[in-house]
């Protein structure tokens, strides 16, 4: 069940130089990093990166509108599209804020691990031993959206086998990623 996902340490982590915690969690848990490089996000990537879905923006709109109901609060969008172009538009920006590291990471179960020890989107959600949970817990949406941004989540992580094969290929040419032995390979 070798598997490949995409890691993006965005800025925020890169600005506050969490690169090499970030990546020993990832190395420590038996992933495999056989690609990395740092990127300036252009528009064009940025934009392929975060497409507008619309299953996406339906269900972020959903989510979302839940959420101001339960804390009661006002809640103004009333198109699931224009709700989704605008968190686009906030997280392209945040895209191209500054340079990111761009990972592949290699192994059995790779993007449900890498999922699980990056944390939920919501860093406050976040339980502590994630990511987010111990280098961003004080993040949340409530912050974000009386900013009018994104959250300010430190990692990107592919979520499914389709989609990182597809942020990868964004990302990467075939020619940037590697092919060698750990001394944990011999077990898979």
Sequence with gaps: MQEKTLILIKHD????????????????????VIGMKMVWANEDLARNHYTLDEEWARKSFETTKKTHEREGKPFPHKNHMEFGSLIQSWNINFLREGPIIAIVAEG???????RKIVGTTE???????????DFAMTESYELSDKNKRVLRNLIH???????????????FK??????????LDKHF
């Design 123 to 133: 860093p406050r959600q976040s339980p502590p031993g994630t990511i987010r949970g």
């Design 174 to 183: 075939p020619e940037e990623l590697h092919d060698y032995q750990k001394e």
């Design 157 to 171: 992580a592919s979520d499914s086998p389709k989609t990182a094969e597809r942020e990868i290929s964004l990302w």
């Design 108 to 114: 059995p179960h790779a993007i449900e691990i890498v």
């Design 13 to 32: 982590g890169v600005v506050r130089s969490l690169i090499g915690k970030i990546l020993t969690r990832i190395e420590n848990i038996g992933l495999k």
